[in-house]
């Protein structure tokens, strides 16, 4: 299966696993999975390290290795998400997290997340 994490239970697994549950930790481990990290979530973090708002230095410094060590996939940003994520209702504010929506709907994967407002856009949430 396919799953995309969002930015911050992508952080959590990295910092504090004991925060996500039980659910989300069995499909990040589960070996089969192909877990999905969008390039909205580097930048995400980036900005929130940069602001003083998340201690992710040490994580988005090296955060191609990251991946490649946890094994998780990239998912660039195209055109085609910018702009769904764009044209979303605006039941959710926050940009970051109206490109994971129009990145899951678009590609049709499950996103793992404890955000409940992701459900109004009709993706599966696993947590």
């Not at 094994?71 to 109206?98: K, N, Q, T, W």
């Amino acid at each position: 299966m396919r799953v995309l994490i969002d930015t911050q239970a992508l952080f959590w697994w990295y910092s504090e696993p004991t925060k996500l549950s039980r659910r989300a930790v069995s499909i990040l481990t589960e070996g089969s999975n192909t877990i999905l990290i969008s390039a909205g979530a580097a930048w995400e973090l980036s900005i929130k390290s940069a602001l003083g708002k998340l201690d992710a230095l040490s994580l988005i410094m090296d955060f191609s290795t990251y991946l490649n060590e946890e094994g998780f996939s990239e998912l660039p940003i195209a055109v085609s998400h910018a702009v769904r994520a764009g044209l979303l209702p605006p039941h959710h504010r926050d940009p970051f997290d109206r490109l994971l929506i129009a990145q899951a709907q678009e590609l049709n994967v499950p996103i793992v997340s404890s955000d409940r407002l992701l459900d109004i856009y009709g993706v599966i949430r696993i947590w």
